[in-house]
């Protein structure tokens, strides 16, 4: 029988914790506690940035706007997923946001949440933390993904070619794999 190495005990762990209180809630935990310590560690190491209250304003409203958007968007997300849960329907959702990434909580969590502290505080230093969070989001999401991957095969494979999974940097992808799809569709039943 093989042994379990100390990095495999912590990535179990962290799947579990994930089971337990959901992802989501993981990655806002651990990115909070990142950011404590990174207030904590900033009396030690800075990197300023000077930004007049004003400037500091001016940048925040485009963060808070992105930040209620991404939660209003989170909100459309869970409803599409209910919808067709509660219906019965094992189909792949990739209209509404999933058009555009492939989690959105997270999406919203990396893109609106960590510019507000670095305006705030006026340290680059906070760039590490969300950069932390952004490492952990990819493994939460690799780890969802392969149960969306056994669920719907090589469907998801191909939805993965058009959407991005964290930063919608490719438009509207979902749009693309569904037409796609059609086309694969109507040829087959040529």
Not at 109 to 138: E, K, N, Q, T
Request: net charge neutral.
């Amino acid at each position: 029988m093989r042994e379990a190495t100390p990095t495999s005990k912590g990535l179990r762990l962290l799947k579990g914790f994930k089971n337990i209180i959901g992802a989501g809630l993981l990655l806002l935990s651990v990115g909070l506690l990142l950011e404590v310590i990174t207030i904590n560690v900033r009396h030690w190491i800075s990197f300023p940035v000077p930004l007049t209250i004003t400037i500091r304003i001016i940048l925040t409203i485009p963060c808070i706007l992105i930040s209620v958007l991404g939660a209003i968007w989170f909100n459309c997300s869970l409803n599409l997923v209910k919808i067709h849960l509660l219906g019965g329907e094992n189909i792949l959702v990739t209209h509404g946001p999933y058009s555009y990434v492939r989690h959105p909580l997270y999406a919203a969590l990396l893109i609106g949440l960590p510019p507000l502290l670095i305006i705030w505080y006026a340290d680059l230093l906070f760039l590490i933390p969300w950069l932390l969070v952004f490492i952990i989001s990819h493994y939460l999401a690799n780890l969802e993904e392969q149960g969306l991957i056994d669920t719907f095969g090589d469907d998801y494979r191909n939805y993965k070619k058009y959407v991005p999974a964290l930063i919608p940097y490719k438009g509207d992808g979902g749009r693309r794999y569904r037409e796609q799809s059609d086309d694969i569709a109507s040829e087959e039943q040529q």
